[in-house]
């Protein structure tokens, strides 16, 4: 009797009874930390997920169509730029790797008159004797000659073929 008298008092010490449980007080504040610390991790956790496009976005935190997509005038500009680039391929005589070559295209991201400067030098390229001899064999890829800049290289003046002969 004497001793469940000292457990008694000391329990009453560092815990109490509510809804019939016996609780602690650090313990409660610990417990109740860590919960909100798990509410925090898992919210976090869902936005990650939302924004890397898994999982399914709290309904708050969804974001509209308008912010993951591009502004108009990027969308022009993506559009510009691919719309020269099929003008680019059309004209380019060897057909050869064009993702490869959509990839170098990009990266020039041609504004201004650089296209002109392209298409002109692509021109003069097609009928060089560099391009003509062997079926066009010497033709480079398009990435090649786009990540080389090609059309910056001096064209030759094709010979004429009147002026070849030597008496």
Do not use: C
Not at 34 to 43: D, E, F, H, T
Not at 111 to 140: H, Y
């Amino acid at each position: 009797v004497e001793e469940q008298a000292a457990i008694e008092k000391m329990l009453e010490q560092f815990f109490y009874i509510k809804d019939n449980k016996i609780h602690n007080i650090r313990a409660d504040e610990e417990l109740e930390k860590q919960a909100k610390i798990r509410a925090q991790l898992s919210n976090a956790g869902k936005r990650g997920a939302a924004i890397a496009g898994r999982g399914r976005p709290m309904q708050s935190d969804r974001p509209s169509v308008r912010q993951y997509s591009q502004p108009q005038s990027q969308r022009t500009n993506t559009l510009a730029l691919n719309r020269k680039f099929e003008d680019f391929w059309k004209t380019y005589p060897r057909k050869k790797s064009k993702a490869t070559a959509l990839r170098a295209w990009s990266k020039l991201n041609p504004q201004n008159g650089m296209f002109e400067q392209i298409m002109t030098a692509l021109e003069q390229s097609k009928v060089s004797e560099d391009w003509t001899r062997s079926n066009g064999q010497f033709i480079p890829y398009p990435a090649t000659w786009l990540n080389a800049a090609g059309w910056l290289d001096e064209q030759q003046e094709p010979e004429s073929r009147m002026g070849k002969f030597v008496i």
